[in-house]
């Protein structure tokens, strides 16, 4: 997770580099790794010093991870020329490069854009079945939930519906969907709105939430900041806490994504330019690796799937 905290600070083109203890990827090589450690140590402090305080330092302090694990954890998290600089029994430095940022087109701060899907919202096909499914997939009990890339509210006015009583934090970028966020929730201050750019790590919210819902919104996002943005998810939802993500993902084949832009009766010239569409295998994949469990897809048309992944208890 913290590798997903060092991508979205660094910039375009940063590297970064981390020398650190690892631990052997068998006992065997974790046994001659600790010879050599004591071997080191002695150089400065005695035998006895070494098993009476040394030693149990290292196993009350040090968290060591084996050096596949971490290279392959910089890769998931999109960093590029993942390599090991240099390594010493279980000193090693490695680390990786911030890919440069290529134009990230995302039109949705603009009014326009913005309207027009709103005025046709209502005719994406099975959109209902999805956001019923969502709602079927919530948890009985919800005291406080997060919405990111809310829009005009219209999912979590849903939720609302379905939970009374939750308190509700409904986050996006756009002016002109605030300014509808706004209005719907006029006067419920159960309903706080928050104006938030998600390709920048998420603001301290106060505290906890036990659900995570979005839809429609993260597939605007580039790759590694989605990945990044799930391991902020799993940080910011409580134990126990559940993430719903309705989401339009990638077909398996650019034959099946032009059946899914017919059935929307669009043409590839028509496609939201800010479309970075990705699909549901490797999504799941993703949120098991950041550590959610009963991850699945519980729901799916065509490029219209959800995504519920929980945080262990
Ligand atoms: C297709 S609309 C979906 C809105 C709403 N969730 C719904 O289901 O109707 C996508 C939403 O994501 C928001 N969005 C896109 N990129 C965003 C970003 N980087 N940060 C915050 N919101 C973003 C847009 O402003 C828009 O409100």
């Given at each position: ?15 970064f ?45 040090d ?10 954890w ?15 029994y ?89 300014a ?6 006029v ?127």
């Open positions: 997770m913290l590798y997903s905290h060092i991508y979205d600070a660094l910039a375009s083109e940063g590297v580099y981390n020398a650190d203890i690892v631990l052997g990827s068998s006992d065997a090589l974790q046994a001659i790794y600790m010879a050599e450690w004591r071997a080191f140590m002695q150089r400065s402090v005695s035998v006895e010093d070494i098993d009476r305080i040394w030693l149990p330092r290292y196993y009350a302090e968290r060591p991870a084996e050096l596949l694990n971490q290279l392959a910089l890769t998931d998290t999109g960093f590029a020329d993942v390599d090991v600089v240099w390594k010493y279980n000193f090693a430095v490695y680390g990786g490069r911030r890919p440069l940022m290529t134009a990230d087109v995302n039109l949705w701060r603009s009014p326009e854009h913005a309207l027009d899907y709103l005025a046709r919202a209502d005719t994406i096909p099975h959109r209902t079945e999805g956001e019923a499914a969502l709602l079927d997939s919530l948890p009985e009990r919800m005291a406080r939930v997060l919405d990111l890339g809310s829009g005009d509210g219209r999912l979590l006015a849903l939720i609302k519906l379905a939970r009374p009583h939750v308190c509700a934090v409904a986050v996006d970028f756009s002016d002109a969907m605030l509808r966020l706004q209005a719907r929730f006067g419920d201050e159960a309903v706080a709105v928050v104006s938030h750019d998600l390709d920048r790590t998420l603001p301290d919210f106060g505290g906890p939430f036990d659900t995570i819902v979005s839809s429609f919104a993260i597939h605007h996002l580039a790759h590694p900041r989605k990945r990044s943005l799930y391991a902020q998810i799993f940080d910011v939802l409580a134990p126990g806490g559940m993430f719903c993500n309705l989401e339009h993902v990638a077909s398996a084949t650019e034959a099946l994504h032009h059946q899914f832009l017919a059935k929307l009766g669009i043409t590839p010239d028509d496609e939201d330019p800010s479309n970075k569409l990705l699909d549901v295998e490797t999504q799941l994949t993703w949120l098991c690796n950041v550590g959610f469990v009963d991850v699945d897809c519980h729901w799916k048309w065509r490029e219209l799937a959800l995504l519920v992944a929980t945080k262990p208890a």
